[in-house]
């Protein structure tokens, strides 16, 4: 029921900025919280930003904190993350995910923790 389809990606040199966008069906917004992760090759899927449905309430991977920000436009059903400062490390492909659950212990930082993905968007910082 819900998708996801995340669009920003692209090339671009160290030091320099990109933003991410992940358009929610009708009323995927609304969902209990979204995130962002991150895979690059031959590694894990890991966390790097979550946002709550309210927006008041956001998250941070330690190694994104200060350059990255998650936010949302519920009007618009859109999820963005501005990346800042963007290092070689930051290259992988990059997906946003909802979860219609409430918090029952599980941590927004896990996978587990979300049921709906979108497709990737390709990020690739150059020194």
């Known amino acids: 029921q819900v998708q996801l389809v995340e669009s920003g990606g692209g090339l671009v040199q160290a030091g320099g900025s990109l933003r991410l966008s992940c358009a929610a069906s009708r009323g995927s917004f609304s969902s209990r919280a979204m995130g962002w992760f991150r895979q690059a090759p031959e590694k894990e899927r890991e966390f790097v930003a979550a946002?709550?449905?309210?927006?008041?309430?956001?998250y941070y991977a330690d190694s994104v904190k200060g350059r990255f920000t998650i936010s949302g436009d519920n009007a618009k059903n859109t999820m963005y993350l501005q990346m800042n400062s963007l290092k070689p490390e930051d290259t992988a492909v990059y997906y946003c995910a909802a979860t219609i659950t409430p918090y029952s212990g599980v941590p927004l930082t896990t996978r587990q923790r979300y049921q709906y993905w979108g497709q990737g968007t390709q990020v690739i910082v150059s020194s």
């Open positions: 946002i709550s449905w309210s927006g008041r309430d956001t």
